[in-house]
Every structure is written in C-alpha cells, then in structure tokens.
C-alpha cells in the first residue's frame, strides 16, 4: 500500500495543472514586460537589423526564456534559417505539445516579428532605430504567452510560438515559414499575431484586429474576454493592414482565420520607423493588460471543441 502511494504522489508532482488561467488567478505584471523591453529595444541590440548581432542576440534571449520555460525547439534547434535571405537570418520557433490525444494533432500558431530595421534618419545625432513599439512589444507579449502555456501545458491543441524575422524585408521569415509548414502538410486551425501593442489607442477598445470583416476570430475573442477588447479600425481597413503583418502569409498558404492584434491607430504614435521608437515612449501597464486580456482568450480558443473561428 505504501508504494502505491509514494508512487501516486511521483504521479501528481510530476504532472503539470490543467487549470486554466482564470482559475490560477495568473497575470503578467507590467515588470515582466520592462524586463524583455528593457533588452530587446536597448541600444546594445543596435535596432535589430536581420541578419546582424543584435538580432542574433535577441534570439538567444528568446531561446534562452523558452528552454527554461518548457517550451522546445519544433525543429531540431529554435532556430528555423530563412531560405529567402541573402544574409544568415532565422526564426525562433518554440512548441508545446497539447495535452489531448484528439486534439493534439492540430496547432495554433502565435506569432510577432523580433526584427527591425537597424538603422534610421538620425535625430540629433542619434541613428539607432530600436524598434521598442515595432516590435519589441509584440514580441514581448509572444514570449510571456509561451512562458504560461510553456509551464502550465493547459493547451489541447498543439502550440508554436513563433518570432518571425525579416519582416521588415517583406514579411520574409514568415513567408519561408508558412510555406515550410504547408509543405510538411501541418493541421493549422488559426494564427494569431502580435503587432505594436506599446502605446494605448486613442479610442475605447483595447485593441483592433486586422481583417476584421474577414472571419469570426474578433466576435469570438470579444466573446470569451466578456468585452469589446478586440475591435475594428476603419484606417487599418482603409491601409489593407491585414496583408502587410506576419498573418497574411499563413492566410495565404493554409487559408485559415489568420490576423494579427494590434493597438497603433495611426493617431497614438508618431515614430514609426523612427530613431525615437525609444522604451521611454512604452507604456508598460497598457502591454500587461493586452497580454493579460488575450491570455484566457487564447486558452479558450486553442481549447474549443469545434472550430469556432471561421471565415465570414
């Protein structure tokens, strides 16, 4: 009796909690955040150009969060090397296996580009573009999400978290990835993307979604946050915005609901592609609740049943 006991007691220590996110009462503070940006968007990482050191720095920050976090390599390392770049450049690609045998075999991708564009119009003689809301922010929020799902495994679907670089070149990384995983005839149910998230909106939603007439992604996360978190923007509409983000390849190659949130309303922010994209302009409390909002969101969807997300 006393070593099926010792034996039950391994058993439930070394399972991980399924109880969701609501329920551990879980939430990324504003300093978590500080902390990536505070890295990511520093002058060391000298704008996170692809294909340079601070990119290549960058990414062995993120690989470093993900191994310590539960969070493997998909491939056989995190990094996934681009085949349509001239220069070295590579995605990091994080999985976490689902834990339902039905629903394993399907996977959800979440994403933001880790790059930028280096250098800038200098700006009393600063020249450094640091890229701390384009998109330091976005990427921030990728890593907090696989940190939770990483060391509580309460997916069902299967899991890549994905920073996507050379995006700044054309969408290049994630270009070569969507391509990549359709060839290997991955089960895709949707992608979620992270885009500027550093600055709040000057209106009354917490975000908008690009392509938001597209499918049921934005009604069906509103639903499961119990507000308007995830709104429409005219002007992200009017700029197509949802075919210049890191979604719209794997729209492309899968035709899944695949779109990207994002809180730069054209209004909000004035250095884009700027040298004064500095973390002093970042409003950390705002990032924490973009990520804290979409957390439970995300869970909920990568846990449906059915395929709830659909195209209009």
């Not at 902390?35 to 470093?64: C, P, V, W």
């Not at 976090?69 to 681009?82: A, Q």
């Not at 270009?175 to 149910?189: G, I, S, T």
């Not at 597209?214 to 700029?239: C, D, H, I, Q, R």
């Amino acid at each position: 009796m006393n070593k099926i006991i010792i034996v039950l007691a391994l058993l439930v220590i070394g399972c991980k909690s399924t109880t969701s996110v609501a329920e551990k009462n879980y939430q990324v503070t504003p300093d978590q955040v500080a902390k990536h940006m505070n890295f990511l968007a520093s002058d060391q990482r000298e704008g996170r150009d692809t294909g340079g050191e601070g990119i290549a720095e960058s990414a062995a920050y993120i690989e470093n969060i993900f191994s310590q976090n539960g969070v493997k390599p998909y491939f056989e390392t995190y990094g996934d090397t681009l085949t349509n770049y001239e220069q070295p450049a590579y995605n990091v690609v994080g999985w976490v296996e689902g834990n339902d045998p039905q629903f394993k075999e399907e996977f959800v991708i979440v994403g933001a580009h880790y790059d930028h564009i280096g250098q800038g119009k200098p700006v009393g003689g600063d020249s450094l573009a640091n890229g701390a809301n384009d998109n330091a922010s976005g990427t921030s929020a990728v890593i907090e999400l696989a940190k939770y799902f990483g060391n509580n495994n309460t997916n069902k679907r299967s899991m890549l978290f994905v920073l996507f670089s050379a995006e700044e070149k054309g969408l290049l990384g994630s270009k070569h990835l969507a391509k990549k995983l359709k060839d290997q005839n991955m089960p895709l149910y949707f992608m979620l993307n992270f885009e500027m998230i550093g600055v709040p909106m000057q209106r009354e939603e917490l975000t908008y979604i690009t392509g938001y007439n597209e499918s049921t992604m934005a009604s069906v996360m509103n639903t499961y946050a119990g507000a308007e978190a995830f709104g429409f923007l005219p002007k992200a509409a009017e700029y197509n915005l949802f075919k210049r983000s890191d979604n719209y390849p794997f729209y492309q190659e899968f035709k899944v609901p695949a779109q990207t949130v994002c809180t730069f309303d054209f209004e909000n922010y004035p250095y884009y592609h700027h040298v004064d994209d500095e973390i002093s302009e970042m409003d950390f409390n705002h990032m924490a609740k973009v990520i804290n909002t979409s957390l439970p969101v995300l869970e909920k969807m990568t846990n449906a049943k059915e395929h709830e997300i659909k195209f209009n």
